[in-house]
C-alpha cells in the first residue's frame, strides 16, 4: 500500500497538533482528520529520495518497509507530480551502495539531509542524549544520538513544541524513546506501511514496547 505525502501550496496548520506549517509544508490527509504533520503521522523518521534516479529510487523503494510517495500540486499542468519517495534511511544508504553510480538525485537528496542538520543545535542535541542516558542506562550505546537527533529535528523550529522539550522533561525524553523503540523495534512500520491506523497500530505493538522501555531504564550500565 502506498501513502501519500502532499507538499502544500497554501498555508497549512496539522490537524493533531494544531502547529502551523506555513506554506509547502509537508502534509499526509487522513480520512476525516484532514492535514497531519510528519511529525504526528508518525514519518518524520523517513529520509526524502528525490526522484530522478530511476534505480536508486527503486532499490531504495524495495528495501523500505514504510515508504510514502511525494507529491506536489502543479498549477500550470493541473494536476500532482511525484517529487520523490520518502524511505528509511537504512533503506536508502543500502540502494546507495548498491547504485554505485554517484547522481545528480544523491546530490540534491545529500543537500536536502544538510539542510536539515543545519537546523540541529549541537548543544541542545548533547544534553537530549545525556539526560536520555540517566533516564535509560541501558539503552544500547549510540542509540541515545539517533533518538537525540530525530528528538532535535523534532522540536526544531516549533516554538509550541520545543519550549516544553528544552527543559529536558523526563517525560519529553521518554516520548522520543518510545517513538524510536516503537519504529525499531517493533513491526510498527510494517503495520502502517499495510495501511493500519496509527493508534490500531500502537495498540498493537504497546506490550512489546513497554517491555523494551523498562529493559532500558533498569538500572545498571549498558548492556
Ligand atoms: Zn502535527
Not at 526522484?51 to 494536476?79: E, F, H, M, P
Not at 540502494?95 to 547522481?103: I, K, M, N, P, T
Not at 523550529?157 to 525499531?184: D, F, P
Request: glycine content about 4%; aromatic content about 6%.
Amino acid at each position: 500500500m502506498d501513502l501519500n505525502v502532499f507538499i502544500t501550496t497554501t498555508d497549512a496548520s496539522c490537524s493533531e497538533c494544531e502547529e502551523k506549517l506555513g506554506r509547502s509544508a509537508w502534509i499526509t490527509l487522513v480520512e476525516n482528520k484532514g492535514a497531519l504533520c510528519l511529525a504526528c503521522a508518525d514519518m518524520d523518521h523517513l529520509t526524502f529520495l528525490p526522484s530522478g534516479d530511476a534505480a536508486l529510487t527503486r532499490r531504495a523503494g524495495k528495501y523500505t518497509i514504510l515508504k510514502a510517495v511525494v507529491l506536489k500540486w502543479s498549477r500550470a499542468r493541473n494536476r500532482y507530480e511525484r517529487q520523490g519517495l520518502l524511505v528509511e534511511a537504512q533503506a536508502l544508504e543500502r540502494a546507495e551502495q548498491e547504485c554505485l553510480a554517484d547522481s545528480e538525485a544523491r546530490t540534491r537528496c545529500r543537500e536536502w539531509e544538510a539542510e536539515r542538520r543545519a537546523e540541529l543545535d549541537q548543544q541542545y542535541l548533547d544534553r537530549f542524549a545525556v539526560r536520555l542516558c540517566e533516564l535509560f542506562p541501558r539503552c544500547p550505546p549510540g542509540r541515545e544520538l539517533v533518538i537525540a537527533e530525530h528528538a532535535c529535528l523534532k522540536y526544531s523550529g516549533r516554538v509550541g513544541r520545543s519550549a516544553a522539550a528544552k527543559q529536558m522533561e523526563a517525560e519529553a525524553v521518554e516520548l522520543a524513546v518510545i517513538a524510536h523503540i516503537r519504529h525499531t523495534e517493533t513491526d510498527y512500520d510494517s503495520l502502517l506501511a499495510k495501511g493500519y491506523e496509527r493508534l490500531e497500530a500502537r495498540d498493537q505493538v504497546g506490550s512489546v514496547v513497554a517491555r523494551i522501555l523498562a529493559r532500558w531504564a533498569a538500572p545498571g550500565s549498558k548492556s
